[in-house]
């Protein structure tokens, strides 16, 4: 069964809502998330589970979904002001389907990554998702990597990358839980930080960066750069202070990874006349650069500009 048909037939209940169609496929990717661990005999203690609360009464829906919203499972974060915004009623309902659907078989290969993708607001980050396989398999992951994994606000990257590697760290700048819920449906070793990730990187240890095998990421496209980044940079990763913003995230992500970065960038950098040409200039000299892939317009959602892989 098509993920995208899921999703719209167990949000059916939802339609008459004050929510966006966004906000209605992220409470049915959240709904159906509390159904798969509802199943582990370890993951949620019996009066939080869904075979419990949804024969209960109202006030225990709206209490369970306040507790995962607060649990230590990111992939919740949100649910209790959606299920309060649609009504205890609307949740036990879609928590119907979402069980019958289970039953059925149907959540057993269930592989929710480009979802919000398609329903995401324009600029939100979300991108073709061939696009996303390429530049998953330009990591060429080997068994037992670990991979850094920046910017991915849709999970469609982090959703690719859990069944091929030992441990995701994903930083992303917005508070989606997209990337924990891509780790329920798809199983897998995630760590999430929900920062900017040049302002204030957690992906650190012993006052270093942490290390990586390879890293990947589609940093923010048009956003001015903020000086005090670089100024108050304690991790030694910025050799070039005027360069642009999206310079500093390459730097950024060469200095998590031990073998291989994969990153989009938009072709203005591979040409501009500033700071950014010794930037490019460096990554020639010292062997850095493998190859270079001009792609076609339209893989970022919402947008015609041009982008190139290094």
């Not at 496929?25 to 709904?31: A, E, I, V």
């Amino acid at each position: 069964m098509d993920v995208t048909k899921i999703i719209d037939s167990i949000t059916e209940p939802l339609l008459s809502a004050p929510l966006t169609r966004e906000q209605r496929t992220l409470l049915g990717l959240q709904l159906l998330a509390w159904v798969r661990l509802s199943e582990a005999d370890d993951a949620l203690e019996p009066q939080y589970r869904v075979g419990h609360v949804k024969d209960g009464a109202t006030s225990e829906i709206i209490d369970a979904a306040k507790f995962l919203d607060e649990w230590n499972n990111k992939a919740f974060r949100g649910l209790a002001s959606l299920a309060m915004a649609v009504g205890a009623n609307a949740v036990r309902q879609v928590l119907e389907e979402c069980s019958k659907l289970n039953e059925q078989g149907h959540l057993q290969a269930f592989d929710p990554r480009d979802v919000l993708a398609e329903v995401a607001p324009f600029g939100s980050g979300g991108i073709s998702p061939d696009l996303a396989n390429l530049m998953v398999g330009l990591l060429g992951l080997a068994a037992h990597e670990t991979v850094y994994c920046a910017w991915d606000t849709t999970g469609q990257l982090v959703g690719r990358l859990l069944p091929k590697a030992d441990l995701v760290f994903s930083e992303t700048l917005g508070a989606m839980p997209t990337a924990a819920l891509m780790a329920i449906f798809l199983k897998g070793r995630i760590e999430e930080e929900i920062t900017d990730p040049l302002r204030d990187p957690k992906a650190v240890e012993d006052r270093r960066l942490r290390q990586f095998d390879v890293a990947l990421g589609l940093p923010p496209i048009g956003e001015k750069l903020d000086a005090s980044i670089v100024d108050k940079d304690r991790y030694q990763r910025f050799n070039i202070p005027k360069a642009s913003r999206t310079v500093l995230a390459i730097q950024h992500l060469l200095a998590h990874a031990k073998r291989r970065v994969v990153v989009a960038i938009p072709n203005s950098i591979l040409f501009n006349s500033s700071s950014d040409a010794e930037f490019r200039k460096n990554l020639l000299l010292n062997g850095q650069i493998q190859t270079v892939i001009a792609l076609p317009p339209g893989l970022l959602r919402g947008s015609a500009l041009p982008l190139s892989l290094l």
